[in-house]
Nanobody, 124 residues
Framework: QVQLVESGGGLVQAGGSLRLSCVASGRTFSSYGMGWFRQAPGKEREIAAAINWSGGRSYYADSVKGRFTISRDNTKNTVYLQMNSLKPEDTAAYYC?????????????????WGQGTQVTVSS
């Protein structure tokens, strides 16, 4: 069983930045594909970014490409989401997810473990 704990959310003005962190329990974190998903009120959950086990492959939703960066530190069992140039439409609960496969991609169904989420609110 893997537990994921997100942090770093908050309230920020448009154009600002936040860095989300997700710490995973367990000794096999370095073999997991990881992802950040988000869900705004009244909308379906969507992928923001994904990263493979080594950090050598990543995927970004078109809506965040060029503004968000996903990274990981396997020595700290942590995955990050650096969010720059934030927009009001980025407001959502952000969830960290882990897959037992080395690369899980953009589909939420490919992930096996989920965190509780951290709220990001961007004011205009």
């Amino acid at each position: 069983q893997v537990q994921l704990v997100e942090s770093g959310g908050g309230l920020v003005q448009a154009g600002g930045s936040l860095r989300l962190s997700c710490v995973a329990s367990g000794r096999t974190f370095s073999s997991y594909g990881m992802g950040w998903f988000r869900q705004a009120p009244g909308k379906e959950r969507e992928i923001a970014a994904a990263i493979n086990w080594s950090g050598g492959r990543s995927y970004y939703a078109d809506s965040v490409k060029g503004r968000f960066t996903i990274s990981r530190d396997n020595t700290k069992n942590t995955v990050y989401l650096q969010m720059n140039s934030l927009k009001p439409e980025d407001t959502a609960a952000y969830y960290c997810a882990a897959a037992q496969s080395a690369w899980a991609g953009w589909s939420g169904t490919a992930y096996d473990y989920w965190g509780q989420g951290t709220q990001v609110t961007v004011s205009s």
